[in-house]
């Protein structure tokens, strides 16, 4: 049990350090202090033998370089912005354009390609890690200084908790979320996987995966996981799934909200259920449409199209450009706060 500190790489000039959290069932997780990424997560399978069930990296380098964001924070807001344009109190505000015209995860440099402050620290008995970081005025095209912290804990019961703060000295807008990518089998194809959504309605996109600013009702649609299906039950008729999940019960009146049911995912072969719940109004689910097996991870595995799906509780997509969707403005004297567990058992 504990935090074991180890060395990860340099970047800069800056030592980068991984952080392992233990609990005494033996179930861990590494992060490291650059983008706050999440590089391995060792959880039981039916019988009780562990793997690896997130994507990622062996050497920082390859986390320096990859954009596909594997297991990374993201901000400062996650998601597509539309043309990389938004506005606030009449001012219109430029994002960079990093995902052709639009704006993607805060741009070129988000915050899962900085450095972090890494400070350990005991939450209630429980491991706890938590990271600092300043987003500066103009950073990427934001307004504000942003002091965003970020507080990854792993609880007695094979829980991971993420909780996220962030303040800012002038309105700006704030959506964050973690980027793990997750096979519960441990290797192969996620297409056998279990999902459940609780989840009523989904924000339909346009091709450039850019919402329409509807809130449609997953009836009769491929975007109905109101019940378990396998991810390959539908996915032909979905063209992939790269989409924001409405969740049920939100309130759309405050940021700040109770936890409540996101996603359940089961692995048949290994038992594996991983359940997500969140203060978030919404979930975007990725089927890692866009792993092309260019990318080599851990172990020498290729990363190969479907070898992997993100589960990102947030608000939704280009949320400041559409008025009835949860608004993610932060003002001086307001505290952004998102809490997300990642619940890990068998069945």
């Not at 033996?26 to 983008?35: C, L, Q, R």
């Not at 019940?227 to 032909?236: P, Y």
């Not at 063209?239 to 999940?245: K, T």
């Not at 595995?301 to 939704?316: A, D, I």
Request: with cysteine.
């Amino acid at each position: 049990m504990g935090i074991v500190k180890r060395h990860f790489g340099n970047l800069d000039g800056q030592d980068v350090s991984l952080y392992t959290l233990t609990n005494s069932r033996g179930f861990e997780v590494s992060i490291t202090n650059f983008g706050g990424a999440v590089v391995s997560l060792m959880a039981p399978d039916r019988r009780g033998e562990f793997a690896d069930v997130v994507l990622g990296f062996d050497a920082l380098e390859e986390y320096v370089t990859n954009t596909q964001y594997f297991g990374g924070l993201i901000g400062r807001h996650a998601n597509r912005i539309a043309f990389g344009r938004f506005s606030l109190n009449g001012r219109e505000y430029h994002v960079t354009q990093n995902n052709g015209a639009n704006h993607l995860h805060g741009g070129a440099e988000g915050f899962d390609k900085h450095l972090w402050e890494a400070l350990d620290q005991k939450d209630h008995g429980a491991e706890s890690l938590r990271l600092q970081y300043l987003s500066v005025d103009g950073e990427e095209g934001y307004p504000g200084n942003l002091r965003a912290e970020v507080a990854y804990t792993l609880l007695p019961d094979n829980e991971l908790e993420i909780n996220y703060e962030a303040t800012t000295d002038r309105e700006t807008i704030v959506n964050l979320t973690n980027h793990a990518y997750f096979n519960l089998a441990g290797g192969g194809e996620i297409l056998g996987h279990e999902l459940t959504l609780y989840a009523d309605a989904f924000t339909p996109v346009s091709k450039e995966l850019i919402p329409t600013g509807e809130i449609k009702s997953v009836d009769n649609t491929p975007m109905d996981f109101r019940r378990a299906k396998t991810i390959g039950a539908d996915l032909s008729l979905a063209g992939g799934y790269d989409h924001n999940f409405v969740l049920q019960n939100y309130d759309r009146s405050t940021r700040s909200a109770a936890l409540r049911p996101a996603a359940r995912l089961y692995e048949p072969t290994s038992g594996r259920v991983l359940e997500i719940i969140t203060t978030e109004p919404g979930i975007q689910f990725y089927s890692g449409n866009f792993l092309d097996s260019t990318l080599t991870g851990k172990g020498g595995v290729v990363y190969h199209k479907y070898t992997g799906l993100c589960l990102e509780p947030q608000h939704f997509p280009d949320a400041p450009n559409h008025a009835n969707f949860p608004s993610t403005v932060l003002r001086p004297g307001e505290v952004y706060r998102h809490v997300s567990r990642y619940r890990f058992s068998c069945a």
